[in-house]
């Protein structure tokens, strides 16, 4: 846990975030974020890029992916 003060910034308010924590979440500066309200506190997450399956598979090409691999048989009720 880290404390910080919060300081007016404009008409709004506003807090640093300490780097080491800014690490931990992969955030830097232009990062977006958004702040939810739990339980009487402030949750700030992040915002991550959907990506569609059009965009993952973009550069795939029949020379270069991957053949099956063989992860063995059944250890429980899997159905293969």
């Known amino acids: 846990m880290v404390d ?3 300081t007016k910034w404009g008409n709004s308010l506003g807090i640093r975030i300490p780097s080491a924590i800014a690490k931990q979440i992969h955030i830097e500066e232009g990062t977006t974020v958004t702040f939810t309200v739990v339980d009487g506190g402030v949750m700030i997450q992040p915002q991550r890029k959907k990506y569609t399956l059009e965009e993952l598979l973009e550069g795939m090409t029949p020379d270069n992916f991957h053949s099956e691999t063989d992860a063995g048989t059944p250890v429980g009720n ?3």
């Open 4 to 6: 910080q003060i919060v």
């Open 78 to 80: 899997e159905v293969w």
